[in-house]
């Protein structure tokens, strides 16, 4: 019987995940998430996320592990999560009015078989407020998120607009995950 693992604890990408209707584990990674400054946005995510991967499915060989990382770009900088109040009001100031880029990677392991990708979704902003940042901050949600914002949440009042894929936003790329755990082998249950 296939046995799917997901290697996150990332509430945002469990939720994403059982929409498709899949059975699945969850066993979070111990990977070292550090990268090389000037690594490319999508090196960055495919690796992390095949780092994670591969961490989980040495403890579990049999079973088809999915591993995602997803970052925020804007003008070439990475944000990741902040990492207090402060770093979050100068994310969300620097976001303010601008569009940048969402990278999301995902690696699927089964065995002897990787499969990765990325998807990229460019998000603009509107111009916010003080005001709106610090109602935005007293909610509590920017610190756990790269950029330190949830479009799925409150956050949503933050964006503009969207190109691309809104779920790789969030944190997984449902559609194709799907279509890459049946070329990994994943056989649907549907």
Known sequence: MQHLILASSSPRR????????LTFDISSSEADESYEPGTAPAQIVMELAVRKASDVAQRNPE?????ADTI??????VLGKPKDKDDAIDMLTKLSGKTHS??????????????QFYEKTDVTFWELTESEINVYIK?????????AYGIQGF????VKQISGDYFAVV???????VRELQKAGYKLPY
């Open 14 to 21: 469990k939720e994403l995940l059982e929409t498709l209707q």
């Open 63 to 67: 079973s088809f592990v999915i591993g």
């Open 72 to 77: 925020v770009v804007l003008a070439h900088q």
């Open 102 to 115: 969402v990278y999301t990677g995902v690696a699927i392991v089964h065995g002897e078989t990787w499969v």
């Open 139 to 147: 909610s509590g949600e920017p610190f756990d998120k790269a950029g």
């Open 155 to 158: 956050g949503s009042m933050l």
């Open 171 to 177: 944190g997984l790329p449902v559609s194709r995950t």
